[in-house]
Each structure stands twice: as structure tokens, then as C-alpha cells.
């Protein structure tokens, strides 16, 4: 693990941002903060929809047209991004953050060489003098990513599904940027392939020194390859913690539900709770506590008001009725119907 | 690719094959033949007449004339025109498709650069000035009927402003004096075009090849130069008066061919890459940092080129007609013109030769756009 002291590179303060919609504005990311250090390793975790990838195109800047940034900052060396000219934006993106994208297999371009590819980043940055210098450097990400250097000259359509993975990989090293969001980066994989990349993508991290934010929907992913975990439920930060806490004792019993409806690569299979139902419409999010519809510690308190923030170590969650350290196994186990 | 072109040759030659059959029989099936022209004239007895129409072997059975013609169409000689008599079909053809060839592919590079140009922009920057004005008037110009177009140009810009010849390829009062014929003069404009096209090819390839984008940027000026260059050499040359009227004459027509097609292109244009921006690649393109304008020009509308590519075969068709309607109006002495006048006068082997002529030049336009776009997208290739 990493020291914890290191100073953050990336801070992100109470950011909002909703989609603007002929239904109404869909509330994606709400009152999200988070600190991320030198060399850390994030995980956002979350069902489908719950605005982990909108929480990612806030830190590059890239939104959709409907999107509207309510409130927030995010800051990268004390530097709000979010205030920055067209311009200076273009030379943040790759060289400070970088993306290795939710979807890999459309993220390369099919007219052109996949080197090609690389070594434009590397160009639009003037990383490198020459285009020989930058062929160079693609050769060495791809040799680092485990691709031979010789398919720098060959098209995406030629790749597998897992070096297309290597591929975006190896395209978002290419500037040295300082964090990596790696959002879903294995889902189309199969599970071998999928655990192979996310130890080698580890193994980059911590050769280079890198803060790497994972996005999965899949905690048990997501803890194998990170010592911070924020969970993510409604558009909304629901607990954050060191890895290992959360996973040994989660606060929200989301958390706890999350870690049921999920058999762990590693350990033995241990099915604790089923999550029934689906996330809530985030046009018009239910009042109290957004989880409550689906939360079998509701009471009439949650379904009214916003829940605190209870700390615990290094964690912390927004919860009326947080879980006991011990009581993990049986109240979670109460809730299998 | 060897595979692919033998296929292609053999579809050609079949098709070329039902081209002149139907040519031939639509030709016959009017009433009346070449001879009928003379044959009408009530002074000339009944035996010179029939003399006439066995000299144009017009006596024969339509089986047999059907193979004459067929005959002299494979071998590629397609006979002494009727009508231009005693002119070889080939002759005649020889002189007028380079005229149409250049009316036709001038028209259709700018109306694609044009639409295409247009069209990522305003994809690109949807619900402006430029959209609204784009879309609406080239649309209209698309649907407009083209002879009353035309027309109307003709008016405005030689009538009214007086600015440009009415029709014709020539003005016979510059060429009264002149000691070589238009044909030569022509035929070294095309060469000279055809020779600056190589140029500013090679100078694109060559500095690319260099790989250094600071070097890249000089061929524009580099290009630039050559033309003035082309342009002082034509200038001081004996002929570059002449060069000079030819080049007003093709002015007008190119520009209407160019107005009522450009609306295509720029329509499929904004639609693909109403597609394309969507795109992850596109998006990647963004993360990457890369300036707004390559992300356009070089991942979105790059990609949104492949379906317009292909449509372009399409429209090939619809600027083939075009081009028919526009010599006629502008009298302009080419391909089209020629087949219109040899079918009305039934002058046979002339039709069956500018028919033949014009299925050619589809189908090797049909094998270009092939050929670009196996070039254009690396997932295609021809077995
Ligand atoms: N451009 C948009 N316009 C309107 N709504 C959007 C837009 N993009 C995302 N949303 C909505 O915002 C919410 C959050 O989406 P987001 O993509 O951030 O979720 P996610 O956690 O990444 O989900 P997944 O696991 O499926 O990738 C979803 O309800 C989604 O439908
Ligand atoms: S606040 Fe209430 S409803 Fe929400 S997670 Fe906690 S116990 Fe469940
Ligand atoms: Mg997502």
C-alpha cells in the first residue's frame, strides 16, 4: 500500500452535475468528494446507472451537450479544471488525467493504425520531437502493456478483444499523465483475460507511480486492485473507505448488499444478500435516503430525511442505521427472501 | 484485387453487352429510320430511294443490322457515323467525350469537396446560420428542375451581367485568326491539368513521407506556387488567348452542375456524421487532448466519408443525366449533346458508340469509387 501522507493529486469537491432531458434533469452525480493521492488506487463501485461515468467526464471535461455542472471543483494541484479555457483544458487531458474507456472496442478508431493512434496523443502534446522518437515510445508502452511492438502497424480490427484492452492501455500511458480513470476497462473480456489485465494494469501503476481511479460495477474487481473504495449509489457518494475496512465491515448497508450479489474471484463463494429492485429514477430520486425503497434497515426516518455521515476509521457512510462491525453476516443474511 | 477485377471486367462486358442491345432495338423501335430524312423528299424516285437506304444498309433484316452493329462495336470500330458522314464514329467520339469528361468530373470534385466541406460543418455545429441557409438552399437547388435552372443562370450571368459566354465551347470571332484548332489547344489544357494533378499529388505524398508535420505544412504554398507557375507559362504562350476563351465557356456550365448536385453529398455528409460524433473514438479523440479541428476533420468526418463514398456511385448515375440536360442547354458540343442529336436522327452507329462510351466511363467510375474505398477503410478488402 502507499503512504497515505503523500499530498493529493486529484481533489474533488462537492460536485453536481445533471443532464438536462425532455423529462426533466436527470441528477447524475450529486455532492461527490473525494481525495485521491500520488500512486493511489481508487475504486468506484456502483449498479449501472448510479453516475460512476459521469463522475469520470467531469475529471476529463468531457461532457455532453445537455450536461450542466451544477456546483464543485475539481482540482489537480490546487488547480480548478472545471474553470479552464478551451485551450488549457486540450493540454490537460492525457498529459494530467488520462482514460483508458468503458467501451475499448470503439474507443480506437478502425481507419487507423493503432500505433498511429498512440503516437498522435504523443504529437498533439509535442511529448516527443519526432514521429520516429514517438514510435519509439509506442514501441516501449506497447512491450509494458505485454503487445509486440510490431502491431503498432496493424488496425484495430485486427486486434482481439484483449489487446484492444492492452491497446487503450498502452494509449493512455502515452503521455505520462499523472492519474489514470480506468472506467469498466475489462467488462467485455472474459473472467481469465479480465483478471490478467486489471494485475498487469496494477503492476503499471505501481512501477510508475500513478493515481489510478477503477470504475466497476463489480466490487469484488475493484478490491483485488485498489487501497481506497467509494461507493456510488443514486449519483451520490454513499460510503468511502480503505479498501480493506469497507470489504472486512461495510457502513451502508448498500455496500453490504453490493458485496452479496457478487461471488469473489478470490475467496470461497458466499452468496450473503440478494439486491432486489433497480436503482431509482435520478429525474426524481425518492426523498430521504435514495436507497430506502430497497433497503431492509429502512425505517420511517430514512424514507424523510437526508441521512448523516457516520465516520469509522478510515471510513466513512451516509446512513441512519450504519451496520455494527459484527452484524455484518446476519442482518445481511435477514435480508435473502 | 485480382480476383475482384477479373469479377469486375466480366460484369462490365455484360453489361456494356445489354447497354447497346437495348440502345440499338429503343433506337429502331422509333418510327422511321436515317434514310427517312431523304427518302421523305417527294422528288426523288422510288429506286434512288431505296438505293439510299440500301447504301446505309438500312434494307437489311433488323437481325442481321443488329449483328453488323454488334460486330463493329466488339471489334471496336464502331463504324462511319450517319450523320457526320464520312466521319468514323471513333473520330467524332474521340474529339467529344474528353469535353464531357471534364465538364463531368469538374463538376462532381467540387460539388463533393463543396457538400462534404459543408456538410461536417454543419454537423459539426448543429442549429446554425450556416444550417439553415446550407440546408434549405441545397435543397432547393437539388429539386429544382434543371433546364429552368440552368437558364435562369444563363440569364443572370451572361444576360443581365453580361459577365460570361451564353453557351457553346468557343467564341468563333476569338478563333477566326487562329492557326491551330480547338482541339489541340484542348488537348493540351487537359494535359497540363492532368500533368498538375500528378504534381500536387506527389508533392503531398512527398512530404508526408517525411513524417515531420512543420514540413507538411509547406504543401499548400508549395501547390500554390506550381499553379502560378502553370498559369505565367500558359499566359505568355501563343495559344493562352484561346485557352483562355475555352476555359470562359466552361465556366457556367460546371458552376450549374456544381449547384444542383452539391446538396447531395453535403446531406449524406451531416447525416453520417450525425453517426460518427457519437462515435467512442470520437470521444477518445477529445480525451486525447487532441485540437477541435482534427478531432473533426480527422476522426468524425473521416469516418463519416465511408457510406458517402459509396452513395457516390449513386449519384454518378444522377450526374451522368444531368450532364446530358446541361450540355443541351448550354449547347455545349459533348457526349451527351452528341447522343441526343444522333438519336433523334437515328443515326445508329453513332448511338451505339457514345453509348458505349458513356457505360464505360460509369463502370470505371463504379471501379474507382471501389477502389477508394478498399483504400479509405482498412476492414475491406476484395477476395
Ligand atoms: N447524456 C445524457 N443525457 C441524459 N441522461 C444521461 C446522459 N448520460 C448519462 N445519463 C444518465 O445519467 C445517469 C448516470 O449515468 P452514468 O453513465 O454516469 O452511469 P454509470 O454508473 O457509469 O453506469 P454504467 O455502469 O451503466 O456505465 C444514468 O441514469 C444515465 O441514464
Ligand atoms: S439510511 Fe436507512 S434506508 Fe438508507 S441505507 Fe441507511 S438504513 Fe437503509
Ligand atoms: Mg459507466
Redesign the interface.
Known sequence: MTNPQSAPVLKVVDLSLRYLTRGGAVKAVQDVSFELAEGQALGLVGESGCGKTSVANCL?R?LPDNAQLVAGQVLIDGQDILSLT?DKI??????QI??V?Q?AM??????YKVGQQVV??I???GVEA???LARERVARLFRMVGLDPALMDR?P?EFSGGMRQRAVIA?AL?CDPRVIIADEPTTALDVIVQDRILRELKGIQQQLHMAVIYISHDIAVIAEVTDRIGVMYAGRLVEYGATEDVFRAPLHPYTAALMGSFPSIAGEKRVLANLSGEPPNLIDPPPGCPFHPRCIHATEVCRQEIPPRVQRGSQWADCWHPLEESAVPESVEAGEV | MTGYLVRRAGQMVLTLFLIITVAFFLVQAQPGDYASFYALNPDLPPDVREQIRASFGLDKPLWEQYLIHLKNTVTGNFGVSFGHFPRPVMDVLIERVPRTAVLFLTATVFSFYIGFFLGKAIAWRRGGVLEYTATISGATLFTVFTPAFALMMIWIFSFRLGWLPVGKFLDPLVWRHADVTANHVFGQMLLTAFLFTVFAFLVLWALRKTGRVALARWAGPLIAVGAVVVLLLWSISSVGGLALDILKHMVLPIVTLTLISFAGTMLLTRNSMLETVREDYVMAARAKGLPEKQVRDRHAARNALLPVVTSLVYSLIFAIDGSVIIEVVFSWPGTGLTLLQAVRTEDLPLVMGAMVFIGLFSLLAHVIVDILYVYLDPRIRYQ
Open positions: 476529463m468531457l478551451e486540450r493540454e490537460y487531458r492525457w498529459q488520462a482514460m474507456f467501451a470503439n474507443a480506437l478508431d478502425p481507419v498522435e496523443a504529437e498533439a502534446h519526432t514521429v520516429s488496425y480490427h494509449m502515452a
